[in-house]
DNA sequence: TATGACGTTTACGTCAACGTCAACTTTGTA
DNA sequence: TACAAAGTTGACGTTGACGTAAACGTCATA
């Protein structure tokens, strides 16, 4: 592999744009240890797992989590400090998460429904106030 | 039908209960515009539509949606004023709100893919670390 | 060298979505 | 009739998730 290699570092700035998301923000979630990237004097280098994390982060986001769920979520994904107590709590705390998020599929799927009908509702009336 | 109907009219704390909400809760949605119940004497009085509508907040709450978005949405299922441009927008929002409940749809899945394969790990690490 | 682009910390501001009193009325019921 | 239960209207407080502004450091380059 010697041309197109992926970026192996990201300022803070390349994930702003990347994500189209403020400096703030992302120092927000730094201050809550979500992030923790390392420094170059005193200026931020992400690495492609934080990059990773930022994408969770904001996947959890549009999912409605809050950014201390999100925070839970992926560290599940990091085992680290395995020790088996942990491990069971970990495991409860997946099976609810599922849970949470079986409830939203049954949601979305009666929502999407209603929207459905209400465009139908829509283009019927539609029909019959004009010619359009 | 002579026995056992379903009721036509519920007292706020009715709904509490059965949503596990505080009147709070209820009041404030009532300040924001999603909720028009109406009075005996001082006392709100709800009927089942009201409650219908209470339902598809908290739907909406769950899906992460603002309550500003859950008025819009919910406004949808009732034409009532229907001038053309008004339809067209409408049909325009139902369109925006579809395309963020697919990318939701989207982001569930990985998650849950994700949540797999976390607990497959932690199955593994517990197999491993010891013989519980 | 100075101007701009990009970075930093600190700290107060804001907005949504309620929580939490306080002070009061209305309605059974003991 | 008195008292508890459930209702009401303010109005200020809190939490989460950032916005915004001030004041400053670090380079590249004109």
Redesign the interface.
Known sequence: MHSSTVAVEYSISDLCKEFDITTRTIRHYEDLGLLNPSRRGQSRVYTPSDRTRLRLIL???????SLEDSRQ?ID??E?GK?N?DQ??T??DA??V??TK?N???D??S???K??N???A???I??KT??Q?
Chains 1, 2 share one sequence.
């Open positions: 996947r959890g986001k549009r999912l409605g989590l979520i599940m994904y085992p395995t088996i491990l069971n970990l495991i997946i099976r998460q599922r998020l409830q939203q599929l949601d979305i009666k929502l999407l209603d929207l009908d209400a465009e509702n829509c283009v009336a539609l106030n004009g359009n």
